[in-house]
Structures are given as C-alpha cells and as structure tokens.
C-alpha cells in the first residue's frame, strides 16, 4: 500500500519531517522504539494478576507451559484478560456519562448548564415513565431524571431502562442469556471481581459476564450520555464544517479542545465567544479565537456547533507540530501522555483539566461543573496570552481541509427520511420506514456502522476509508462515529458529492433524501445512537436486529473502550468485524466461541479481518445471506 493512494498521508509525511526537523518526538518514533512486540501479549496469554505471577502459557496447544502457576490455563488468562478490557472500556463511557448528568442536575434556567432541548427531555421523561413528563416545569422535571439517571448507576435490583428501546424478541434473548445489563456499576465491579485470582476460571462464563458488563455501556452508560447530552447541549442538526489540519487558522489564536466530555468543551467554546476575550486576542495581533476539536470532544462540538475538526487519534501529535496551537485543553480518554513534552518543543500550553486524568508535564486547571464556565474562562485567557509567545520560524500549516456535513443524529436522519414520505399514502410521517423499504426492496443492500480508532499497527485512516468506499459503491449506506467519523470527513466522504462515489441505488436515495451517504452520528457514546436507530429499524420490521443486513465494523481500533463498543454490538445481535485482531489468538477455544459459537446464543458473531477489502468481501456475503434469509 503505498502513500501515494491517501492524499492525507501526504500531510503524514510532511508532518514527520516537520517533527524531525524540530527535534520533537512522536508516536512512530516511540512505535520504533518498542521494537518487536511481545507475542505472549499479542496472543492474551500472560496473565499477572496476582504476584504468584507474572505467568506466560503457551498459544500453541501443546508446547511449553500449558497452566499458570495457579493451573489457569490459556482459555482462562485469555477470557480474564479480555473481560478486563470490557470493564475497562464500560468504565470509560459510564463514568463520562455520569458526569453529563451530573452536570444536568445542576443545570438551571440561567445556565451555562441548562436544558437545551427540552422535547427530548420530556420524551425520555416519558419513556422512563415519569409522572407528569410533558406538563412539570423543566428543572423540576431535569433533576428528576438526572437522579432516576444516576440510579442506573447503582441500583440494587433492576435492568437497565433503555433496554426496552430493543424489540421483543431481542430483549427475550438477553432474558435468556442473562445478558441484560444490571446497574452499570454493579456489572464493572462484579465483572474485576469474577477475573480476581482463584474467581471465574470457565472462558463461555467469562466471554457471558463480559458481554453483560459491555451491554451495560452500550444500554447504559454510552446511551444516558448520548441521550443527556442532547438534552444539555441540543440534539444535533445537519451542518457544515471543516476537518484535517487545514483549520487550524495561522492568524488566529487556536484552541484545540482534545478528549471526550462536552462539559468543558462546550464551556471553552462559550468562553471563547466572550467579546472581551475576542478583543484580547486582538489585543495580542491575532484576528480572533479558532476553537478546534480532536478526536471525540471534536466530534462533540461538531455536531452540535459546526466547531472545525483538526484531525483524529493519530493527528493529536500533528496539531501540535504545525506550531500554530496556542493551548491544548484536554479532558478524559485518547489522550498521549507525551503530549505536554511535545508542546515544550513549540509554545503550545497543554492544560489537563480533569482530576480523573491529571497528566503531569504543564499546566493543571481544575475543572468542575460548578465553576464551568470560569474554568474555562481561565484556560481561554492561557491561550490568547500565549499567542505572543508564538514563534513563526516554526509555524506550518499542512494546506488541506476537506468541507464536510456532520450532525446526523437519529432525529435529524428520521427528519431527512420524511422527506419522501409520500402524503397521498397513509405512511406516516417520523418514522424510519423509509429507510427499511429502501433496504427490503433492495435499493441498498444493507447498512454499516463504522467507528473506532486509529492504531499505528496499519497505516491511519487506510482501512476506514478503504472499507467505507468499498461499501458505498456495492450500496451500502455507512454511519460513522469516532475516530472512524474524522477519517471519513478528511476523506470528502461525509459531503453531499459523495454520492457520485456510490453504486446506483444507494445514489439515488441519497439524491431524494438530501444526504450523504457516509452519516457522521457523533462520538464514541453516540455509537448508542447508531443502536438505536438499528432498533428502530428492526421494530419498524417485526423482527430481532439479528436478522438485519446490519454490520458493525471497527477498521483501526486500539482502545479498551472499542473492545466494549464491539461487544455490546455482538451482545445487540449485529455481526461485528475487527480489523486488528484482539489479544485473544491464545485461547483457541475462546476465540472460537468469540467468532463462530456465540452466534448459537446472541445471534451475532466477531470477525477478524485486517485486509479492508477481504472484509468488505465477506461483509457483502454476511448481508446478502441475511437477505436471502429474510427472503428480500
Ligand atoms: S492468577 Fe494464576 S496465572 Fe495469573 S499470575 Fe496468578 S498464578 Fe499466574
Ligand atoms: S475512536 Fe478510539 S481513539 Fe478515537 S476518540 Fe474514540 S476511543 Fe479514542
């Protein structure tokens, strides 16, 4: 594969010398550094958790030591390990979502947290069946379902309420194979309980307890935070805006805002609107203040605010390079703990904000709900007196932004889809119906949710871009979120043009439904939204989502967050495929009932796959069996 085929590797390259050239170091040269990886971890089989240990079985059945001191053998370290990843990853999504309600309990009318979208806070009042939802005056009613929404965390008894968002007959298979998420805590805990020393040493029983922990991230935590998030800071409409490096402006004060939670971010955006503080940064000689995102706190303010997009997981380094980023204000999760060093290089201040994820190296600025706004207000003055400080002998801006359309949230699709709702027929209209007869009548032959990371064991953004065009031409429609979303928009694929990239049937819907034909639906916790509208689809139909010609895909994931992301998929009936493989090739048994057995009991299965275009293969025979199955 050569860099040739990727314009943006282009930037790649032009951004490595940069770093050379001053001196800076960055995660290619840290990958070099590590040299070969160790293969007893690549395959899941070292075990330490307790110091009996550390212990390494052998993958290969048969040869070398079979057992850990303790007897576990390589399907017990495997399963242990890989269920770690899943409490891990849940944690991640829940705690953040805790921390928007959190800040919805505080909100009131005066703001900065307040109800944005105050339909959708009845409508989920409602759907938890509280009393009075449409009529109880707002905050009363905020507090309320912040509380209920804070007790999913530790109920004693009880699943998870969005469950019954899923049909019938999906929720009657989660009944049967205790995988309805608990309370989200319960389920973490219970879960690091199970993999302790001398605890759970059965690998189904482990892949099981694993899955049910995911489920509760999927139909918990990532939902709560998606769905409260809207409410907060607003749903997501269709909007313009603009990725890849190009948007950091070179006369501007640039912020870059790095990590996951819309609490601080949208507080720096507020802030930054401040006219004393635009004035400032006149003051200072720039023409104002350019808020730009990264990684997922960027696809956050995207949706929402149209705010610019820098680039994705692999670019955090890249932004800093280009000389031209007065502050990085980073929250929680994704972010290089090399960075505040790298930031030393050029002028960049790095301001971790989070108690949760302090990172030594510059500046720390506690940030809480409470004092929101001055926080932020704080780290926005940091930024504009920075400029000063700029040295424009290093100044360099890759010259390359790609327009792009973002805010596709599932009302803003079903908004779209009533567009061809004819008014002659008695179709109604706020449906997804439109959707599912273009998909049973063949016009497009399925749908793909494609997120996830990047990881410098494939060369960045090749796979998702591979697969997604892959996809559109043989008309499959494409949502994306994540790291997955910023690869897509860099790529022109979320544009409304993009149609021209795609077979003829999936054009057409895109011509009478006005979109493109790659959705961007948000954040890592907005993949929730992606389940939802999945399930919309499946209930619309009759049928369990397991029969759908549905796909998850994770191209290039890296993260333990996408490790639970891709099992509360498989665990929500949807056939997920994994293009870097998951340290799992130790445990055969493991990996079978992983990528075949399960499917007995979910309904749904991983693949490994890393070649983008043999998984487009197999994707296309996965759905046209559905089809046949479905008899459409
Ligand atoms: S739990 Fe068993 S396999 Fe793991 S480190 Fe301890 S003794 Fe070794
Ligand atoms: S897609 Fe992966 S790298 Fe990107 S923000 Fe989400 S978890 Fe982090």
Sequence with gaps: MSNEVLNYDKIAEASLAKAQRDGAETMWDRRAAQKTQCGFGEAGVCCRICTMGPCRVSPVPGKGAERGICGA??????????????????????????????????????????????????????????????????????????????????????????????????????????????????????????????????????????????????????????EFSDILYGTPTARASSSNLGVIDAEMVNIMVHGHDPNLSEMVVLAAQNPEMVELAKSKGAKGINIVGMCCTGN?????????????????????????????????????????????????????????????????????????????????????????????????IPDIKQDTMVGYSVETIIEHLDAVVNSQLEDELGTVKPLTDVIYAGVIRGAAGVVGCNNPKQQHDYAHITVMEELIKRDVICVVTGCAAQAAAKAGLLTLEAKDKCGRGLKEVCERVNIPPVLHMGSCVDISRILHIVNLCADQRGVDPALLPVVGIAPEWMSEKAVAIANYVVGSGINTYLGVIPPVLGGPNFTKLMTEDCHEFIGAHFVFEKDPIVMVDKIMEDMEAKRTALGI
């Design 73 to 226: 053998n390589a399907d017990t370290i495997v399963a242990r390990n890989f269920a770690r990843m899943c409490a891990a990853g849940t944690s991640a999504h829940s705690d953040h979502a805790r921390d928007i309600v959190h800040a919805l309990h505080h909100s009131k009318a005066e703001g900065p947290y307040k109800v944005r979208d105050e339909a959708k806070l009845r409508r989920i009042a409602a759907e938890w069946e509280i009393a009075d939802a449409d009529t109880k005056e707002t905050y009363a009613l905020a507090h309320e379902l912040a509380l209920m929404a804070l007790e999913e965390f530790g109920k004693p008894f009880g699943t998870q309420r969005f469950l019954k968002r899923a049909p019938k007959a999906r929720q009657e298979v989660w009944a049967r194979e205790n995988i309805a998420p608990r309370a989200i805590d319960m389920e973490v805990t219970t879960l690091m309980h199970s993999t302790h020393m001398g605890c759970a040493a059965d690998y189904e029983s482990l892949f099981r307890r694993g899955m049910r922990t995911s489920m509760s991230d999927g139909w918990g935590g990532s939902m709560i935070g998606t």
């Design 300 to 396: 956050e303010m995207t949706m929402r605010h149209g705010i610019k997009i820098a680039g994705n997981f692999y670019q955090q380094e890249m932004a800093i390079i280009t000389g031209a980023i007065e502050a990085v204000v980073v929250d929680v999760q994704c972010i290089f703990p090399a960075l505040p060093e790298l930031a030393k290089t050029y002028h960049t201040r790095f301001v971790s904000t989070s108690p949760k994820a302090k990172i030594a190296g510059d500046i720390f600025i506690e940030f809480s709900e409470a004092t929101g706004l001055d926080n932020a207000a704080e780290i926005v003055k940091l930024a504009v007196e920075n400029f000063s400080n700029r040295d424009a002998s290093k100044v360099e």
